[in-house]
C-alpha cells in the first residue's frame, strides 16, 4: 500500500490550521472554560458569539463559540496564501465533487465553505483583523496561558484517503499508526502537517466524521499543565480534566485533555518539532505500542477513544473494516 | 472516641525520621535506581551494603541498602535529639513492653534498635558522620536530584493505637482520615508530624506491620516530577513509576510514586507545608472522598493500594476489624 | 575569636520567625504589592491596618501593614513555645538590660515588645487565631503565591554580639561570612537557625538596626521568580523589581528581590535545606566570594548593599569599626 | 524612509536558518560546552570537525565546529527549497555582484558558498542525511537539551540594506528597532522571518559584518535557563554565563546567552510566535526603551553590545554613520 506522497505543487496553498468552531449550549459557561483554564483572549463578545484568541496571536480568532440548542462542531477553519488560493480551492472541490460554497464572513472576508473527503466541514480563508499580541500582557494571563492554535485531531472512517487528499493539498504527513507501525498495513492513524512543524491536522479511524479535539500551546509545559489542573480542582471543574498531563510517544509533546462544559474536547501541548527539510521521512508506529499513545502513567480513558463531537448536520458513520 | 492527645512532655525526644534500611536481592540494580531517578548522593560503597543521601542532606545517609537474598525493609531510622534521650528510650520501650535492645551501629553510634505497637522494626541515634552537602554541586545531580528525606508511611493493622504511641513520644497529628472525616470514627489514616512540618511518619489501616513507602523532597516538583517519568521511560525503567505525577489533596503535596527492582517504594514530593504554632489543629478528611487521595487526575493503581515491603523476620497480620 | 556556641537549654523557647509589621504610607498600593505580586492572602482589613499570610499559613498573619505618615519597619515578630516563655523572656530582658514591656496586641494575645541586642525592636507572642490554610485554594492564587514567612535579615552594628545574643537563646549558626571564610576574623554576617532548616534571621554589618528585607518560601521557584518579573513588568510595576532571580552560594536558596511602594525590600525564596542534627557545623565563607552573594548573575545593585527600613524610633548608627 | 517590502516572489526559496560553522581553537572544550551546557547531540566527531545537533533535529547537524589556529566565524547556512533554487540564487548573487561559488560539501551535498550584502559569509544547501530526532532519547539529555536552532545575529553596517537584501529573498520583518520606534528613521535593528515563526535572521547596527550569536529553542524555559547557570557555576564554567536569564521585550522570548570557550556567543530562548499570515504587520520599538532590550532585570554588559565573532577573511567596518 504505502503512504500518500506529499505534492510537490498542490493545487492552492492553505499555509496552516487557523480556527475552530463550536456550537455551544451555555456560552457563559465555555466562555469560563476557555478563558479561566485554557486562557484565551476574548477579541470579541456578542451576544450569539464569542470571538477568542490565544496570547500570542495577533488574528483575530482561532476559537468561536456560537450559542446553540444543541452542542456540535460547526468548522475547521484553515488559512490560504492569497485570495487566487481561495479560488483555485473552490474549483478543486469541485473538480473532486465536494461541496464548497462561498460565504462572507464577518472577520474573514470572502470565506469558502467546503466539505473535505472524510465528510469534515472545514472554511478557508485568507485574512483576519490583526490585534496586538498580548505576549507581554503577563497580568492578565489566566490558567494555561495558550499561546496559539496548534492542531485539530479528527475521527475518520477511512484515514488513507484522508491522508490521500491532504497531502495532494501540500501537506506531509509526520508521523502515522498501522497495525505493524509499517506503512504496509491500513493507516489508523495519521499526523498531516504543513505550517512547518510536526503537525497542523491528524485523522484516526473511528466512526466519523467527527471532532477529536483541538490542541493549543504551552509555554513551560511542564508546569502550565499540572497548574491547570490544580486551578480546574480549585475551581471545582475537576471533571474537565479528561487525560492526563503526560507525554505522548507517537508525535512527541507533553499533553493536557480537558473538555470543555459541551464535552468538546482541548488539548493543552508543548511545542512540536519543526518539520521543514524534504529530505525528512514519516515515523511510523505499531498502534498499540504501549509506549505510542502513552510514554508513561496510566492509558487514557475510554472517553478519550470514543467520544468525539460531531460536525452540524453531517451523519457519523462507522469505519468501512473494523478496527 | 476522639484525636489522641500530644504530650507535653514526652519521655524522650525524637527529632525528625532520619533513614530508611532496605534488604535488596540485586544490590547494583537497586543502586542504579537510587542513583539515577531518585538522585541520590552515594557517600559509601560496600561489597554488602550502601549508604546513600540526598543532595542537601549532611548526614552520612538517609538510604542504607543491604545486599540480602530475600528483599524486605529492615528498619526505619529516627534521630533523637541527645545521648540521654537513647537511654530514655530504652527505658520507655521496656515500660511499655516492647522489645528493644543496643546496637553499635557503623556510621550511627550506640543505636537502639526497637519495634513500636504496630510491629514496626525502628531504630534510634543521635549522631552520623557529616558529609559536605552537595546543594550547590549541580552538575552531579541526576533524575530527580532529591534533597532529603520527607517521611515514612506504614501500614499497621490499628492506626488509633499507632498515632497514641507516637503522640505519646511527642509526635503531632497533621491530617488524618476517617470513615466520615470527623475523629469519632475510628483512625484508618494518620499523618504524624515531628521535624517542623507536616510529616515525618504516616500510618494507615491495612495488613501490617509493613512498609508502604518513603518519601524524598525534590525542588521546582511540578518539572521534577515528570521529567523523572521521561527519564524513566528512556531508560527502559517504565515499569518503575507506580503513580502519579499529581497532587493529594489529605496532606497537600505533589507527587510522584516509584517502585526500586524489589518493589520497594519511593515517594518523590514537593515541600510540605510547617507546623509549629501550638493552636494548629489536626485536619480531618473522609477517605472515600474522591479528592482525598487524589485531587485531579486518575486513581491509583491497586497495587498501590495493596502492596508493601513486609520488615525482616516480622509477621503481617490483617487488621482487627474490617476496613 | 570563634563563633559563639549555641546554648542547650536557652532561657525561653522561640519556635521560629512569625512576622512582621511595616509602616506604609499608601496602604492601598501596599496591599496590591503584597497580594498580586508576593501573592499574600487577606486575612483582615481595616482602615488602618491590613494583616496578612501565606497561601500555606494557618497563623492569622505573617505581615502586617499600618497605615503611617512615614514608611518604616515597626517590629519584627516571633513565636514562643508556651505561655510560660513569655513570662521568661521578660526576665530574660530585664537581667540583660533591654527594654521590654507588655502589650495586649489583637490577633495574638499577650505579646512581649522588647528591643533586642542590636536595637531591633521585636515581639514575642504564643498563639495566633488560626485560619485555614489556603494550600489547594488555587484558583485564588495570586503572583508568587509565596507559601510562607521564611527568615528576616537586618543590618547591625556588631554581628558577632548579635549571634551571641541570639545563640544564647538556643539559635544555632547555620552559615556565616567573615573576611577570611573562617571564624577567626570578625563576622560580617550570620545565619540563624531556629525553626528546623537553614535560617530565621539573618543579620549583616552596616548602618544599624534596619531591616533589609523579609523572605518569604515560593513552590517551583525556577519558574515562580521569573513569572513575577513579568507579570510585574506587565503591570508597570518594572521598578519593583530590586535584585534576581538568582542563587546565592552563602545560604543556597534561589532568590527573587522585590521592594514594595514604601522601599521595603521582600525576598522570594526556594525552601532551605533541613538543620536538626546536632553534628551540623557552621558553613563559613569569605564575604568577597564572587560566587558568595551570588552564584551566577550580575551582582547587587548598590541600593541592595546600602538601602534598608530604619525601625519606628530607633537611630541608626554605624558599625564600630569599618568593614 | 519607509520599511523594505517582502517580496511574493523571490528569485529563490530559503526555507529556513540551519546551521553554524564555527572555528574554534580548543575542539575538546568546545565540545565540553556545546554538548555539556547547551546540550546538543554529537552526530559525528573528527579530529578536525565535529558536527552537532539539537536534541529534536533530524537534519545531520545545526552547527560544525572546527579546530583552527583562530576563533572565528566561518559561515552561517541556509536551506532551500529544492535544487533548482540553489541555481537560482547562484544566478542572483552574480546579478547583485555578489560573490558566490560552488563547493561539494561532506554532509550537505551541492552547497553555494555566497557573500550577502553585509558582508556576512553564507552557504546554501537543499539536503543533508538524516538522523534520528533524540525528541524521547531523555537520558542522553545533558545541559538545557537545547531542541533546534532558531535563529542567528549579525552585526552590520547598514541594517537597512540588510533588511532589503532579504526581504527581497522572501523574508519578513517582525519586529525593528529604530531611534523613535517608527520606520520614518533608520533602521538600527531588523528581525527577519522565514521558517514561521518571528525570526531567522537579526540584524543590528554595529562594526560588521561580525556574527553576534545564534540561538538554540528549549523547552520549559522558565527552568532550563537558570539550571544551565546552575551547572555552568558547578563545573567551573561561571564566567560562560553572559546575559540572562531573563525576557527581550523587543522580539519577545526568554533568554539566556552563553559565550563558548573561544568567545563565540549562543543564546538560548523560548519558543517564538508563529508568523505566517499575510495581514501581519511589523513592530516597532524605540531602541532606547528600557523595556525593549531587557523587560526585567539588569540590562546586558557592555560586552555582549560590542563583541561579536569576525567572518574568516572578511574585514570588520564601522557603520556608515554614527550610532
Redesign the interface.
Known amino acids: 500500500m504505502g503512504l500518500p506522497t506529499t505534492s510537490p505543487d498542490p493545487p492552492f496553498r492553505i499555509?496552516?490550521i487557523s480556527h475552530v468552531v463550536l456550537a455551544v449550549t451555555d456560552l457563559e459557561a465555555s466562555l469560563a472554560f476557555y478563558t479561566g483554564l485554557i486562557g484565551l483572549v476574548v477579541t470579541e463578545a456578542g451576544d450569539d458569539a464569542v470571538y477568542l484568541r490565544g496570547v500570542?496571536?495577533?488574528?483575530h480568532h482561532s476559537v468561536v463559540l456560537r450559542r446553540s440548542d444543541r452542542a456540535c462542531a460547526e468548522r475547521l477553519g484553515f488559512?490560504v496564501?492569497?485570495e487566487d488560493d481561495l479560488d483555485a480551492a473552490f474549483a478543486h472541490f469541485e473538480r473532486r465533487g465536494l461541496a464548497a460554497h462561498w460565504s462572507d464572513t464577518v472577520h474573514q472576508g470572502r470565506t469558502l465553505h467546503a466539505t473535505d473527503v472524510g465528510g469534515v466541514a472545514i472554511e478557508l480563508c485568507?485574512?483576519?483583523?490583526?490585534r496586538p499580541?498580548r505576549?507581554?500582557?503577563?497580568?492578565?494571563f489566566r490558567g494555561a496561558a495558550a499561546?496559539?492554535i496548534d492542531h485539530a485531531q479528527v475521527h475518520v472512517t477511512d484515514p488513507g484517503a484522508y491522508a490521500g487528499f491532504y497531502t495532494e493539498l501540500g501537506f506531509r504527513i509526520s508521523e502515522y499508526a498501522t497495525a505493524t507501525g509499517t506503512p504496509d498495513a491500513p493507516l489508523q492513524g495519521v499526523f498531516l502537517a504543513r505550517?512547518?512543524?510536526m503537525l497542523d491536522l491528524v485523522a484516526f479511524v473511528n466512526r466519523g466524521p467527527r471532532l477529536h479535539h483541538v490542541a493549543f500551546?504551552v509555554?513551560?509545559?511542564?508546569?502550565k499543565l499540572?497548574?491547570v489542573?490544580?486551578?480546574?480542582?480549585?475551581?471545582g471543574l475537576?471533571d474537565c480534566?479528561d487525560y492526563g498531563?503526560g507525554?505522548h510517544?507517537l508525535a512527541?509533546q507533553?499533553f493536557l485533555y480537558l473538555t470543555d462544559p459541551d464535552g468538546h474536547r482541548i488539548e493543552l501541548v508543548?511545542?512540536a518539532?519543526?518539520l521543514?527539510?524534504?529530505?525528512?521521512?514519516p515515523v511510523g508506529w505499531a498502534l498499540d505500542d504501549p509506549?505510542g499513545v502513552t510514554?508513561?502513567?496510566?492509558p487514557p480513558?475510554a472517553s478519550w477513544w470514543e467520544q468525539a463531537s460531531p460536525f452540524r448536520g453531517v451523519d457519523v458513520c462507522s469505519p468501512y473494516e473494523p478496527t
Chains 1, 2, 3, 4 share one sequence.
Do not use: N
Open positions: 499555509t496552516r500570542e496571536e495577533s488574528a488559512r496564501a492569497a485568507v485574512t483576519m483583523p490583526s499580541r505576549v507581554l500582557d503577563f497580568a492578565a499561546t496559539r505550517k512547518g512543524d500551546t509555554h513551560d509545559a511542564s508546569i499540572p497548574a489542573c490544580d486551578r480546574a480542582t480549585s475551581l475537576r480534566i498531563p507525554r510517544g512527541p507533553q508543548s511545542y518539532y519543526q521543514l527539510d524534504p529530505e525528512i521521512e509506549q510514554q508513561w502513567g496510566p480513558p
